[in-house]
């Protein structure tokens, strides 16, 4: 009698949960669920894919394990067959080792594919933009090369355009993850690295560093705001008449450990995000230790 | 004087003085309760230099429940902090230390312990052998895996706990981003156990291939000791690993070297490679064991032969290899490129293979079987579904390109918790339930047995389902602290009440235990589960040399096999003269060597060399000293063994 109320108890809360997990799926707050460009919606519907192949696996499984334990319990009276010495059955272990190889097969190949296609810009018809980043303790510092004009702790970026982040850390190991546009990379010292992204539709998407850092990690958040082109390009303007210059002192100062506001600057110093990776030791990098073995001051180590 | 202290002691938070007392008022309480019924003599003789692989089990088993409890205090204490958004009950410093020591002493202190309790305790009985191969490096091991624990755990009230995550990234773990001896304490505390757990691994191997009764052909041999032989050939090639990647942390550290920074010419990649060629197959190292226990258990109380007894020897081989070409699964987003991606992928696919095979052979080992609801088999049928599930999770974080989405998140927070609770916690204590009545010679009440089998799994998943929705939802681990923007509020407060549950489960677990010792059911018969391999020949608790006849196995589950036949120790006609049994000596060397390596790992984290220098002196006086001991062994006469088998009720 006890045993059943609380079998009952799990079920109906395993349900219950399933439940709450399904009809809240397609909600905003789910930023993964959401992809709102190219590379997100790739990653997405590897997501979908994985899982229903797993719910392949996983379903038969649990019924079964139900159907046995309830068939083969010890109870006086259970007229279930009963062959202790039943041990090999070839057929059935050609069954489970085979099934789930074909499985791991399809999936690989997805798996393969995208990942191929992912260190690519996800579109080629249009011309994309590059935006430097550095994570410092606890901040983001965006740099706009074509526009030469910076942000901390947001970025703009038009959409429908492929933007390529460029990724470099003048502190602690970061990883730089926009759910809703796409993945994370790591932002590491000395070292640079790529990260496609692209927003099909204009809109807020939510940022934050993704490896720990420390004290202030928890605060790392920043969104990035998609424009339409022209609302951009009148942004940077905005920026560029606008806003004060970013100097060699007031970046030391971001790189002195605390918090920061959203800062927008009109210039920075000349190839500051080079001498970044310099300064961390980017000139001790062997080309074979370079991400993908490319000349990492071209910044396409990791075609 | 006083500001040296400052630094010295943690200061400034109600915890921690409540530690120091606890600390203080634990050690007395100690002394005094030794001073006073005279038990030191007893604590000496009987504990702390014993050699008895028994013994040396159950001093494991007790220490790693303390940690466990330790490191469910920092469990509850994270999900305390993150229950409410805004919270202000931990600052972020702390929560750091907090999270760093939960996962270091989860993993290193209480899995790799409770792991190497249930080896010590059942492995050489299970071979129907009289002890390990090396007695005198087993009980050297525990001590090293036990000092090195506590220096770990020091650091929460002398000097600072480490506060750079578990595994400790540089930049972030190098002397720049970590000043202070937290980091140190983190290095010495896992080297010192480390190479205990080394030596663990080397003792199992070496009896495992040496020790085994005459005629216990490898295929022969029971599950679990298939299981630790595959665990102990992965302990002897990552730990290796470790103790360099540590040494050389320390190095840059200690000595102002830039092997992990990328100025001057290292890299901090190197270090993620290293520590994770070591810390992807330790996850294997601590579960395999836990699927050779649910083996044995599925088998024994479904009455039936375990299903594909070959395959499943072949899966944890298989298993065992493979987990060497995986690690990059755990940084995929680190730039190795689309080719190393893809290859890592698929590997960390094919690993599912042989752990899904398995899953189907315990199916199929109940099928046409009849199950018994015991405590053992009760956790065994919670760990099926659970570990499936996880086991997906591990699937979809294997598949490169979506893991850019899952990497760090809470998604991933869920899946290895569910691996990791679900397969290596349920497994070692369905294993515990199942090897208690030998260890103790009574069995666990069942009643509170079953409070705490429910509140612990309904408490898992009250506690982890939410977090594969918060990862989806954007929140990233080891955050202290979020805001009510996100939506993350509710999920977070539903999953720190499953957590509670799980702490009331192990209450229920501790209450058992206490209430068994008095009331529990003796077991008069050593099998009281009427199992099948040689452990269960022998009266419960095993006597001082296990067997008094080296069994003779015939086939495969032994002792089965001897009581449908009648034969072996299940035939008393069998029973013949008995003759002196050779055994170790016990030796305080062990402990005071350990000790010193103690007092060496606490002069290095503090930088005072020259205890450093004294520390280390000590422990090569420990081996000198042992080099020139001769007597190192005895015999037990054939009057005692008599007189020991008949206080047994064994016919004599
Ligand atoms: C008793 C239930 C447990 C609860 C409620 C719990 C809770 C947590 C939480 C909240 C974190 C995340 C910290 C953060 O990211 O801020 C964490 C991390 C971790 N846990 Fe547990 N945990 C439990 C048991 C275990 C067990 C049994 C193990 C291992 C056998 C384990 C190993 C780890 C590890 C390795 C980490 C990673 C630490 C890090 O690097 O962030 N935990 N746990
Ligand atoms: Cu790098
Ligand atoms: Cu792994």
Redesign the interface.
Known sequence: M??HT?SY??KV??LG?TLL?LL?GC?R?????NPSGPV?Q???D??VL??V???A??IP??I??FY??YR???KPG?K??????????KI??IV??GI??II?CI??V???K???S??KPPVTDVKPITIQVTSLDWKWLFQYPDQKIATVNYAEIPAGVPVQFQLTSD???N?F?V?EL?????T????A??LWLQADKPGTY?G???????????HMKFKVVAKPQAEFNQWAKQIKKSAPALTQERYDLLTKKGLAEKQSFSSYPESLFHNTIDR???K??KPE?K??GHDMSMMD??K | MADKAKGFFVTGDPLIYGADVAIVITLLGILVFLTFFKKWGWLWREWLTTVDHKKIGIMYLVSSLLMLFRGGVDALLMRMQLAFPNSHFLDSQHYNEIFTTHGTIMILFMAMPFMFALFNIVVPLQLGARDVAYPFLNALSFWLFFFGAMLFNLSFVVGGSPDAGWLSYPPLSELAGSPGPGQNFYIWGIQISGIGSLATGINFLVTILKMRAPGMKLMKMPLFSWSVLASCITIIFAFPVLTVTLALLFVDRFFGAHIFTATGGGNPMMYVNLIWMWGHPEVYIVVLPAFGIYSEVVSTFSKKKIFGYKSMVFSMMIISVLSYFTWVHHFFTMGAGADVNTFFAITTMAIGIPTGVKVFNWLFTMFRGRISMTQPMLWTLAFIPCFVVGGATGVMLAVAPADYQYHNSYFLIAHFHQVLIGGVVFGYLAGLYYWWPKMFGFKLNDRLGKWAFWTWNIGFYVCFMPQYALGFMGMTRRVYTYGWDMGWAPYNLVSTGGAFLMGIGFVFQVWQILYSIKNGERDLTGDPWNGRTLEWSIPSPAPLYNFAHIPKVRSDDAWWDMKEHKHGAASEKENKEFEPIHMPKNSGIPFFMAACWFVAGFGLTFEWVWVGIAGLAGVAICLLARSFQRKTDYYIPVDEIKRTEASLGRVV
């Open positions: 006890k045993k609380s108890l799990w809360s395993a949960i997990a809240t909600d707050r789910y930023l993964v669920f997100a790739k990653e997405f590897l997501i994985s899982a192949l797993c719910a696996v996983v499984v649990l079964l394990l046995i334990v083969y319990r010890d259970n279930a067959p009963y062959t202790p010495e039943w041990n090999d059955s059935l272990e489970w080792w789930p190889v791991i999936l690989g997805y798996t393969a995208t990942t191929y992912l260190v502190s602690m190991m990883s993850w759910p796409g993945g994370q990379e790591y590491m010292p000395g070292m690295m790529r939510f934050s560093g993704a490896n720990f850092t420390g004290r202030g990690f928890a961390n030791g980017g001790y990098m230790m991400h993908g180590h990791d």
